[in-house]
């Protein structure tokens, strides 16, 4: 095989960078290790027993995508993309029978949360406002590659909303959420939005992952018929109409390099293919420059810092659940007749109290016993995703990487399910003898199957030093590579992990501008 | 560079369109983010511009050169600050007795050391912003329709 351009990884932003290069002319090759593209996109049986039902082994919804550079410029939707819109968009049960169900428009989640403490709806309504326009600057930094903090700061004019955006950036998340809010309930919505990113609660800079839950109110959340997956299937096709190509089961054993210059790559089998004018790899940086580039080809002092790249002791597993029925939450007042309750995601991490013991019991490296839980019922919005009559739910949840005690993955998984269950079951008791089957993908699967290190679905941590300019490392942060032709994407770069596109995009530009195809900024 | 372009009717005789298109001080208002527009000669104007990224408000000045005047029919023009270079033309062609085409052209860059930030947003504003300009040049040649200034 042989091609100007061969892109190592076919989840979504490796397909979205091939994309774009076929549409610009290139000849383009994309090679996937496994028989499904989306990386840790897809949407696929995993149940074996049950194939019948379509799970998301790693994300789920869509926070903005009609917004996103890919949506438009690859015409996802003429190539087969249907998005649902997930509304309400999320949903967060408390033990005490609270609920806050969050829309899309603000004073309606603010009506929600004011039965819980009015001063606290005030606060949120403020607090949403002033992160959009921040994050309205965020746009221009993320549609590219990152800027430099001196173009930053030419911009930079002193005010006092400039100023609370710094200071924030690198407030530690408990300090934050208690400054912002006065209930539990909505402390421990700060909470749960703040482990997003794996980080603990008293990391500075972490506060600003809280602030993730406002893109929702602007962009919107959607859901794509069939699964994540189709994000990734409709980028295929795109890249197909353009004239690339694909190849699944080709698995990369290592880059070739000559003379300084990327050559093409060797897959596992033994099989060359040559790369005509380089090579992208969509897969965790880390992997790329220890194992599959012969180190002679690289400076041991840039080596020394791709090896300390972080990569903490944070990983997921995400179950997957075959029902009998849908989840009534009567806990939190569902008597089954309203279907808001069955279409949005819901959170669980009810105070900070929660989350501290969960985060301790990570830090101790056990499997949870108050686990921060992602909860996707699928089929309250999509049937399709299940046999009629019958129900998929995903649960995700942060575990260590390496449990105490050397205990292996393959004899945690079912622990590890069945507790993320009872957690929900808690809210949804009707569930309990409703379980048809389940599955779970353990770090130690991610990194088998996937191929991602340490279970890391980020690549590597979204920390303040590895985010912006600094991902993964400063000299790679504009997606280029100490080898000439080498380029890097996907969630290890530039703006960071979920289902954006961007990476894919930016990465893509970069190239067209290094082959004279889009001016130079 | 972000490039824009817009051909639109407006319901005047085309001496007026042209008439109005050239004073510089009226047409001023209509680009969303001028807060102004000063004459220094026949040919050079200061466009005090105001843009606003989030919470960042952005004061600027762009001195402007008309390079070809064509009156009734054609106009070109480039533009310049620290921050951005710019041109355009317009042209304008009679089709009617009180209904007159023009055709708008223009294009931005961003320069300096947030040009690249600056060109991106440019981008995603360009189109928006041309908008918002036709819909006010119509508004002010004809007085019945909404006028749009966000900047």
Redesign the interface.
Known sequence: MIADWIVVGGGHNGLTCAAYLSKAGEDVLVLERRDVLGGCGTSEPAIPELPGFTFNPGAFDLLGIREQPFFRDLELEKHGLELLTVEPMFLMPFPDGHRIFFWRDLHRTAEEIATISPRDAERYVTWVEFWA?????????N???P??F???A????D?P??EE?LRVMMMPARQYIYETFDSTQMQGLGAFMALQTKSSLDQPGSALAMTELVMSHYGGVYRPRGGIGQVSAAVARALESYGGRIQPEAAVAEVLVQDGRVRGVRLEGGERVEARKGVVTAIAPQTVFLEMIAQEHLEQAFLHRVRHLQNDNTAVIKAYYALSAPPQFSPVGDDGSRPEFRIPAAMITPSVDYADAMWAEIRRREIPAHPWIWCTFSTGLDPSMAPPGQHALGLHCWVPYALADQRDWDEAKEEAAMRMFDTYCAYAPNLKDKLLGWAARTPKDWEQIVGIPKGNNFHIDMVPHQVFGFRPLPELSNYRTPIGGLYLTGAGTHPGPAITGLPGHNTAQEILRDLGKV?D? | MPTAQRTFDVQAPAAMVWAFLSDLERLGPCLPGCTGVDLLSPTEADWRMETKIGFIRKRFVVRTRTTTLEAPAHAAWTGESDELIASGTIDVRPRAPDRTEVTYRGTVKGQGPARQLLNRYFKSRLDRDIDAFVANVRTALQPEAAPVSDP
């Open positions: 326009q921040a994050f309205e600057m965020l746009d221009p930094i549609t590219g590659a800027p430099s001196a173009a930053m030419s911009l930079m004019e005010s909303e400039v955006l001016e900024d």
